[in-house]
């Protein structure tokens, strides 16, 4: 891989950091802000936020084997 690819590799792991972050994020609004009442909210966040982290887990290991050697 180029240093080129790694590099944008690495942005692509800090977005999707970002992007899990942010349905994290979600999930505890929802959680302080709107439960009970907001139960029905709980599987479409809970499965957005597991998808959000599980992209950035798959690239962060990516990265981390390449940045290994």
């Known amino acids: ?3 080129e690819e790694i590099k944008n ?3 692509e792991v800090k977005k999707l950091k970002r992007i899990a972050s942010e349905w994290a994020s979600q999930m505890h609004d ?3 802000d709107r439960l009970p009442a907001g139960y029905l909210e709980i599987p ?3 499965q ?3 998808d959000a982290c ?3 887990a798959k ?3 990516k990265l ?3 940045q290994k050697g």
Do not use: P, R
């Open 30 to 32: 929802l959680v302080e």
């Open 1 to 3: 891989m180029t240093e």
């Open 48 to 50: 957005s936020t597991f």
């Open 9 to 11: 590799l690495d942005k």
């Open 59 to 61: 690239a962060n290991a």
């Open 44 to 46: 479409g966040i809970a």
């Open 64 to 66: 981390a084997a390449i």
């Open 54 to 56: 599980a992209a950035w």
